[in-house]
């Protein structure tokens, strides 16, 4: 059995000045020294591993702000969309537009268009139109007798104001951009999918080829540059309109006015910036 | 009105996979097996002598492997110090680099503190590869007098007071996670923190109870009775409160029957039926509770004690790791849509896999399998070594515990009554 050592000082009262003879003054030394020691390694670490990350080195963000709030500033345009129901005849042309667009891996969709089918027995059928729409795919064609209504409804991410994804995105590479477009820094989002779980839409997903969390940017290196999102210069009804909303002559300012327009989940006081007309309740 | 099963088009592929059902499950554990070992530490329950230093160093071991499951998952694992570097300030996530990495330091420097005397003794004593390891572990002390025992006592029980409610917090935060997210009715509810927390402590205990029993067995030595029937009652009460809060959120849900509910209902009617109705509540909670009612009479035969506590605890680990799998897996099992629900397999290969998963949940047991070669974890192995729990308990609080623990009462032993020495009943001997 190891015996214990019960050296208490000895009888120097902790006045020597020798570096092993263990009195209390010596064993204050050597924890201070010991101390010294550990915070000089521990700083020596740091600089070698997230000092240069935190100064920008290897992670340095394409968008420049990403590192500040993302809250329109004043002057800034403020865009929006609105998806109007009414029109959408489930083309499916602005499917293919948003995946040729954004290069959007199979299996993945930043857009995507839903069908509703209210048949005369009081059942729902609820389902998505294919990107070559229904025309061109193997689809069963509904029989008309049995239908009391259906529509189409376009779903994109909804750009809320309040966005969930940018509230729970650990590390800042989920932002909103000053015209209030909600983004994802490619360079900085360590894929973790937080984002893609508290998106009450189901408008994100990881990107199998990039690893990062991804959704529908409203085209944002497009709608910057003065033209319209791909979906929205896809669409052969006008079902899709962008524009901005801090402009009240602009196109969407105009027919958010006329047309009564309604948001999805809006009890989860997401406050979207995507309006949807022609919908009811049982569209979430 | 009747709707055929909808999925979103994003729904299909499930974000959070196993790896995210094991890191609160490990967490659990390191923050349920603090809390036994502070019982001892600064509540002074003498009769959990026998596990406490087992417990410290458990949460050390599980501690150390609780990233392994989060860094398999993240889709790029090089950048995850950036949740330190660049973290946000309104995520619920971003806090895990700093509240991790508070609480790993101070497991590290109080089990180092602990375990200092010994290491500083065999450092001197040893020689060879074993020598080396224990003089780099000595960190350069090679002297222990009176007056640094002292403060090492003194550190010791502050950072196991400390040590509590930064366990509580790490564990009470990754309930958070999910209570936070209010686009899943199945997480979204303010008990989650509560519910996950207890269920720690739960986790906790009963993993000490089946790795005292299994490495006293191991020994060859009796495990000891009233340590083992006390992890037994703190146990059972904690179950109950655990399994009782649990209820409390589903008859909740039921009982309001909201928008959601439908599709809540579904899941756990069709989905869960197994995972949830039979593994958790059934085996994991109904079972367990009888077991432990055994156990934990007074005059039962020690052996019978000792099985009945041991099997209620294998079956509370399954009931826990149950409980994270139905909520981490089963909250992505139906769509946002609120219409349709998803399949998960496990896939065997892969970072994500079960065989991935296998061997970050033998990671720690090896990490503990290790130290016990290392450091003295049972206190009958250095009765003639003075350890600074003693001494920390005869100077720093001669007060009993309070009556919140006054369940032990009967088979705890005053601190102040009688040497330290007195106090050792080796189960070997």
């Given at each position: 059995m190891i015996q214990e050592n019960n050296d208490t000082g000895g009888g120097c009262g902790g006045t020597c000045n020798k570096s092993s003879c263990g009195c209390p003054s010596d064993e204050m030394t050597s924890r201070r020294q010991f101390l010294q020691r550990a915070s000089t390694v521990t700083i020596g670490a740091m600089s070698f591993t997230i000092l240069p990350v935190a100064m920008g080195d290897g992670t340095e963000s394409q968008f420049p702000m990403a590192n500040g709030k993302g809250a329109p500033n004043e002057g800034e345009q403020l865009f929006g969309f609105l998806v109007d129901s009414d029109k959408c005849i489930g083309a499916g042309k602005c499917l293919t537009a948003c995946r040729t667009e954004n290069d959007v891996p199979e299996g993945s969709h930043r857009t995507w268009v839903e069908r509703y089918v209210h048949f005369k027995d009081g059942t729902l059928q609820v389902d998505t139109v294919p990107e070559t729409g229904f025309a061109g795919s193997d689809f069963p064609i509904i029989d008309p007798q049995l239908v009391d209504r259906s529509y189409f409804v376009p779903k994109l991410c909804n750009q809320c104001d309040d966005a969930p994804c940018n509230q729970v995105c650990p590390v800042h590479a989920s932002f909103t951009s000053p015209q209030g477009v909600e983004l994802v820094d490619p360079d900085r989002c360590i894929g973790c999918g937080y984002c893609v779980q508290a998106c009450p839409y189901g408008g994100r997903f990881i990107n199998p080829e990039t690893n990062n969390a991804d959704k529908c940017t409203w085209c944002y290196h497009r709608v910057m540059r003065n033209e319209k999102p791909a979906c929205v210069e896809a669409c052969p009804v006008d079902a899709r309109v962008f524009g901005r909303l801090d402009d009240p002559n602009s196109e969407i300012s105009k027919r958010i006015a006329k047309i009564p327009t309604d948001v999805l989940k809006e009890h989860l006081g997401t406050h979207p910036k995507t309006r949807y007309a022609g919908i009811s309740g049982e569209v979430k | 009105m009747d709707a055929a099963p909808y999925v979103f088009p994003n729904d299909p592929g499930i974000a959070w996979s196993i790896m995210i059902v094991l890191y609160p499950y490990i967490t659990g554990l390191v923050a349920g097996a603090f809390v036994v070992s502070a019982l001892y530490h600064v509540f002074h329950q003498e009769v959990l002598k026998p596990v406490a230093k087992l417990a410290l160093v458990t949460s050390l071991c599980f501690c150390s492997c609780a990233t392994l499951p989060l860094l398999l998952h993240?889709?790029?694992?090089?950048?995850?110090?950036n949740i330190m570097v660049t973290p946000n300030g309104t995520s619920a996530m971003a806090g895990f680099g700093f509240i991790y990495s508070l609480y790993m330091l101070l497991l590290v420097v109080e089990v180092w503190l602990v375990f200092r005397s010994t290491i500083v003794d065999r450092a001197n004593s040893r020689t060879g590869a074993i020598g080396i390891v224990y003089r780099i572990l000595a960190l350069g002390a090679r002297k222990m007098t009176e007056g640094s025992r002292k403060v090492d006592e003194w550190a010791i029980h502050l950072l196991a007071m400390a040590g509590i409610p930064i366990a509580c917090i790490l564990h009470g935060y990754v309930g958070f996670l999910f209570g936070a997210i209010k686009a899943n009715p199945w997480w979204s509810t303010a008990l989650m923190p509560v519910i996950f927390l207890i269920s720690a402590i739960v986790s906790g205990i009963a993993a000490l109870i089946v790795l005292y029993v299994g490495m006293c067995w191991r020994r060859g030595v009796k495990p000891d009775a009233d340590c083992v029937r006390a992890m037994c009652r703190y146990l059972w009460v904690a179950l109950v409160v655990a399994v009782s809060l649990e209820m409390l959120e589903l008859g909740h849900m039921a009982y309001e029957s909201g928008a959601e509910w439908e599709v809540l209902s579904g899941l756990l009617t069709e989905h869960l039926a197994v995972s949830y109705g039979l593994i958790q509540v059934v085996i994991g909670s109904i079972c367990p509770f009888l077991l432990l009612l055994v156990a934990v009479r007074p005059r039962l035969n020690p052996r019978l004690m000792t099985a009945c506590g041991g099997l209620a605890a294998l079956l509370v680990l399954v009931q826990v790791f149950a409980m994270r799998w139905n909520v981490v897996i089963g909250g992505q099992l139906f769509s946002k849509s609120y219409r349709g629900f998803v399949e998960y397999t496990v896939p065997?290969?892969?970072?994500?896999?079960m065989i991935a998963a296998i061997i970050v949940l033998t990671l720690p047991l090896l990490a503990l399998w290790a130290a016990d070669k290392l450091l003295p974890l049972w206190h009958d192995s250095e009765a003639s070594e003075s350890s600074p729990f003693e001494t920390a308990s005869r100077i720093i609080s001669p007060e009993p515990i309070g009556a919140a623990f006054a369940i032990t009462a009967e088979t705890t032993t005053p601190v102040q009554t009688q040497p330290a020495q007195t106090q050792l009943t080796s189960p070997a001997k």
């Open positions: - | 993240l889709h790029h694992p090089e950048r995850a110090l065997w290969g892969g970072r994500e896999g």
